[in-house]
Nanobody
Framework: QVQLVESGGGLVQAGSSLRISCAASGPAFRDYAIAWFRQAPGKEREFVAVINKSGGYTAYADSVQGRFTISRNNAKNTVDLQMNSLKPEDTAVYYC???????????????WGQGTQVTVSS
């Protein structure tokens, strides 16, 4: 199975930007769609963004549309999430996950990283 590791989280001020990354192991990385999900304390895990295996298709949650950009570099086995104009409500643990197809449902993703904390202060 592919192994995923997130990095780049931290504490930032509202309105600032942050880039988090998902690094994957193995040569099969290019066969997977990679999605970002997030979960705040006491709340359900929610979809953030997804990119298909080639990088030609992306989709975003309405709450981050226009502010976040997902991209991938298959040569480096990485997927990045550029987060701009961050808001306090973006505070959550962010997880990347690998799946067969680029859908929004978390149950379609079987391989998950450990998460990286993003905290946005007011």
């Amino acid at each position: 199975q592919v192994q995923l590791v997130e990095s780049g989280g931290g504490l930032v001020q509202a309105g600032s930007s942050l880039r988090i990354s998902c690094a994957a192991s193995g040569p099969a990385f290019r066969d997977y769609a990679i999605a970002w999900f997030r979960q705040a304390p006491g709340k359900e895990r929610e979809f953030v963004a997804v990119i298909n295996k080639s990088g030609g298709y992306t989709a975003y949650a309405d709450s981050v549309q226009g502010r976040f950009t997902i991209s991938r570099n298959n040569a480096k086995n990485t997927v990045d999430l550029q987060m701009n104009s961050l808001k306090p409500e973006d505070t959550a643990v962010y997880y990347c996950a690998a799946g067969v197809v680029p859908v929004r449902n978390d149950y379609e993703y079987r391989n998950w990283g450990q998460g990286t904390q993003v905290t946005v202060s007011s």
